[in-house]
């Protein structure tokens, strides 16, 4: 399932945003909804980002630092799979660039333990 929700891991919350496999288009949408949605739980929140199968282009990568600047106040850790290869290098260069704090993980499970503790 592709979208956002919010799971319990270990009797934590996580906001976990599923984009794997999607386009553009999608990716941007459902960013926007994330953005929207954790503006409206006005709480902090762990955050999982799951971009398996997704194109770091340069919209994206825009659209997550604005979503990054907008909700940073809101995000106790955030975590984020599916970030390989080239892309893990873009991912690196983002996060140094942006002051983002977002620690890459091999699995999704992995992320989630790094995130609780």
């Known amino acids: 399932m592709s979208g956002y929700k919010l799971i319990n891991y270990k009797g934590k919350e996580i906001l976990y945003v599923d984009y794997s496999g999607m386009l553009k288009e999608d990716v941007l949408k459902t960013m926007d909804e994330a953005t929207v949605f ?3 739980q006005n709480r902090p929140l762990l955050r999982l ?33 599916g970030i390989t290869g080239a892309k893990k290098v873009l991912f690196n260069a983002f996060n140094r660039f942006s002051g983002n704090d977002t620690r890459a993980f091999d699995s999704v499970d992995d992320a989630k333990e790094w995130l609780v503790i």
């Open 38 to 40: 954790a503006l409206e």
């Open 49 to 81: 980002s799951n971009m398996t199968g997704v194109f770091a282009v340069t919209e994206v990568v825009e659209k997550a630092k604005e979503s990054g600047k907008i909700t940073n106040h809101l995000t106790i850790k955030r975590a984020a799979v």
